[in-house]
């Protein structure tokens, strides 16, 4: 069994994740430079400065990219890289560096998925309120007519923004995550209102000043489920909860939440009676704004929730036997999520899929012959994968996988010390190592999934 002919194979990463060179070349201040100066904010004092370097050494890992036979790259564009204050103002050489990067996957026949904004936010614009302030909308899509006008002749495929979840519900509602505001409920929903209506903004001027036919989608996450069994009672609980389950503690991860809006043009009636008391004033404009049409959906998926039916509250969540699977970051282990969520989103939103994230951190070390052997990543990915794959050959409209990550790179408020990629990073020299799992991506892009077990 395989996936579909045009089933597309990537790799993702982010641009403060990988990037480095966070002081070079006119870019300007991002609220992740300014969050890493705080003691205590990242784990051991580590900063995205040097990162993976990507941007100097963006060639070798595009070749890296080829050899590994990955047919998609997403990455994200550092927005104070374009445009050091947030607006206004053009950094030619950050122009240059996404120029010369697009024309470098193109020549390897990689083709790139660009990230519009993945987390860090122009500093200067931080300072005006951030997501906080309404005026980020037009500063949004300001930035996305540049990123179009730049970008659009040679990329045709484009997400928004990547978790909003993370960047409003862990950033302004929390100090996890740049800018570590800690905000109110009532905050948080402005917050993410702003989000939803840049998003739309960004999809306006994307179109408008694209300069070929594009294709534009979103990328959020959420908390997923899955059902006990295939019985038709526990199906529709599972389904029930991931889309009905709102409440003033969990709204920032419900997926209806964030997603009804995008694609049916209207919030979940459950989440609007739950956080009546602290919603923004929402028009009917802003809802149409919101409503852009899309192209398919990006969705970051790791794990899920397995719930069964009950007769009292429509749903149950089942608890986690004790040793369940968890990866490094304590993360579940539920690769049959891979199954249900794309099953659930496609037939709610009507659009083909894109998993834009799916992969597990592990603390790989070099063996002693020079190797990575990541087994457990092997095993993690075999397991979602035939999930993903039993999606496709179900005629889920499925369209493409993107594993987190490429390589081994900053992880946020963990600094360094946890690793995704599938290539290794030897921070102190920069050295790419490709990890076993990498070796394994490469024959189960070869054979179009028909190695996975």
Known sequence: MKFKEDFLWG???????????????????????????KPGRILNGHTGEVACDQYHRYEEDVKMMADMGIQAYRFSLSWPRIMPKGTGEINPAGIAYYNHLIDC???????????????????ELHKKGGWLNEEIVEWFGEYAKVVAENFSDRVENFFTVNEPQCFIGISYMGTQHAPGYDGTIREGLQAGHNALKA???????????????????FAPTGAFTYPKSNDEKDVEAAKNMMFKNITQDNWV?????????VYLGQYPKEGLEALAAYLPEITSEDMELIHQPLDFIGMNIYN??????????????????????????????TPEVLYWAPKFLCERYKKPIYITENGLASPDMIAADGKIHDENRIAFLDQYLHYYRKASNEDIPVAGYFVWSLM?????????????????????SQERTIKESGKWYKKVIGSNGEIIK
């Open 105 to 123: 996957l193109l020549k390897y026949n990689i083709k790139p998925y660009v990230t519009l904004y993945h987390w860090d936010l122009p500093y």
């Open 408 to 428: 081994d790179n900053f992880e946020w408020a963990f600094g360094y010390t946890e690793r995704f990629g599938i290539v290794y990073v030897d921070y102190t």
């Open 304 to 333: 899920g929730q397995m719930v069964s039916a009950d007769d009292q509250t429509s749903w149950k969540l089942e608890e986690r036997y004790i040793g369940f699977p968890q990866t490094g970051m304590k993360w579940p282990i």
């Open 199 to 217: 998003h739309g903004r960004a999809v306006q001027m994307l179109r408008k000043y694209a300069k070929s036919e594009i294709k534009v989608g």
């Open 11 to 37: 790799a993702a990463t982010a641009s403060y994740q990988v990037e480095g060179a966070a002081y070079e070349d006119g870019k300007g201040l991002s609220i992740w430079d300014v969050f890493c100066e």
């Open 253 to 261: 991860w419900n997926v209806a939440w964030w997603n009804d809006p």
